[in-house]
């Protein structure tokens, strides 16, 4: 069945890094689009990075502009998230995203904390 390991996330200070994982199994992942999407407490969900399939084309929210590179794998089915020049506001849980065959499928997600 259709899987997303996430893994990477943790407690860092502000300004700091962190590169998270998602590895995905269970379907054609070359042929699907990725996205990493975030919440935090008492916040909607909210997209924060996308990527075809071929990974040529990527989309971010403005809040991450600049500070956040999502890129994939396609040999070893995983996508990644670079997070530099973290900030408290990213401070939530990540997660991984496909939508295909008409289902949205979801990871369980990692706890990014940015804190001092």
């Known amino acids: 069945q259709v899987q997303f390991v996430e893994s990477g996330g943790g407690l860092v200070q502000p300004g700091g890094s962190l590169r998270l994982s998602c590895a995905a199994s269970?379907?054609?992942?070359?042929?699907?689009?990725m996205r990493w999407y975030r919440q935090a407490p008492g916040k909607e969900r909210q997209l924060v990075a996308s990527i075809s399939s071929t990974g040529v084309t990527t989309t971010y929210a403005d809040s991450v502009k600049g500070r956040f590179t999502i890129s994939r794998d396609n040999a070893k089915n995983t996508v990644y998230l670079q997070m530099n020049s973290l900030k408290p506001e990213d401070t939530a849980v990540y997660y991984c995203?496909?939508?295909?065959?008409?289902?949205?499928?979801w990871g369980q997600g990692t706890q990014v904390t940015v804190s001092s």
């Open positions: 995203n496909a939508w295909f065959n008409k289902n949205n499928y």
């Open positions: 269970g379907f054609t992942f070359n042929s699907v689009a």
